[in-house]
């Protein structure tokens, strides 16, 4: 009795076993699933996120308007006048943003006291490369080898796979028509537009800012650039050449590195009117201004003129109070008959 009791315990633990092993094996794979990729979002231009900022700060005065696919934002002030007496279209320089606290700033809060609307404009990031900042083929890891490489020289060493020989004795591979495997046809890539550059960016800005303006029946518009964005400015009116504007303010004008053409080229070709401000008290400011003279000289200028301002480091208001009362005054100069 105790036989066929051993007997048949044997016999329902050898089905548990075979269950048990069957069961591991399925639920532990041979191999890891891959862990998903982490995607790192684009960073936002730091001008975009100032921009985004100063629209926080001052709701009632941003205006977002539109540059071909890219949105950006401005800061309106209309003028303090019943009949205005035109819009202002303010350029800052690399590294400044639409309420920058010096000239930008000031001219776009005192200009409409004067009769004159203000459109103020974010610019975006200067192409150049930060400082210290590595490249993007500098930063990129090396590849890892393909991942038959060791098997390459594996056989190269003389150590065939282990591949078991057919009935007529010879390898897979050997018995293998090369005929009968087409190769799959490679996918070329689609052709991708780069993206634009700084100068075409800052075009397709001031071509958003005119048509604003223009909504606006501004009687007369004016391009006025601090640093870089002078430089800008004159190159729009000299590529594009817009009917509507006739008077370019430059301020502490500063051509941006590696950009063609210069900075005197541009308004020798300008032929309207053009007021160049500058602090005389920097040397260097001092000397580039006289090239411009200088060139404008050469090339009979029709109305290029020049103002030299007293630099006040110890007391910015009253230099930037200076530097309005000069703008003003040029600007109802030109609108004298």
Request: net charge negative.
């Amino acid at each position: 009795m105790s036989l066929k009791i051993l007997v048949g315990t044997l016999a329902l633990l050898v089905p548990l076993g075979a269950w048990a092993e069957e069961t591991g094996t399925q639920s532990a794979p041979d191999t890891a699933p891959d862990a998903p990729v982490a995607v790192r979002p684009a960073l936002a231009e730091r001008s975009a996120l100032e921009a985004q900022e100063l629209a926080r700060r001052l709701p009632q005065q941003a205006v977002p308007l539109q540059a071909g696919d890219e949105r950006f934002v401005a800061l309106h002030l209309p003028a303090n006048d019943g009949q205005p007496k035109g819009l202002v279209i303010l350029l800052p320089g690399n590294g400044e943003n639409a309420d920058w606290p010096l000239v930008i700033g000031p001219l776009r809060k005192r200009l409409p006291d004067a009769g004159w609307h203000t459109l103020s404009l974010s610019m975006p990031d200067a192409d150049e490369p930060l400082p210290g900042r590595a490249t993007a083929a500098e930063a990129a890891p090396e590849t890892a080898p393909p991942a038959d490489t060791e098997a390459d020289a594996s056989q190269a060493a003389g150590n065939l796979p282990d591949s078991p020989p057919s009935e007529a004795g010879y390898l897979p591979a050997e018995t293998a028509d090369p005929l009968d495997e087409e190769p799959e046809p490679a996918v070329e890539p689609e052709p991708t537009e780069p993206p634009p550059g700084q100068a075409e960016r800052i075009s397709a800005r001031i071509d958003s800012a005119l048509a604003f303006a223009r909504q606006q029946q501004a009687a007369t518009i004016v391009l006025l650039g601090h640093g870089t964005g002078a430089y800008w400015a004159a190159r729009y009116l000299q590529e594009r050449a817009p009917a509507d504007i006739r008077q370019l303010l430059m301020v502490q004008v500063r051509a941006p590195a590696n950009q063609e053409p210069s900075l005197e080229q541009l308004l020798g070709e300008l032929r309207l009117a053009t007021g160049d401000f500058y602090f005389e008290d920097r040397g260097p400011a001092r000397a580039a201004a006289r090239e411009r003279l200088n060139t404008s000289r050469r090339l009979r200028h029709p109305d290029y003129r020049q103002v030299a301002l007293q630099a006040l480091p110890a007391d910015r208001a009253s230099e930037q109070e200076l530097l309005y009362r000069r703008i003003r005054g040029w600007l109802a100069r030109q609108l004298q008959p």
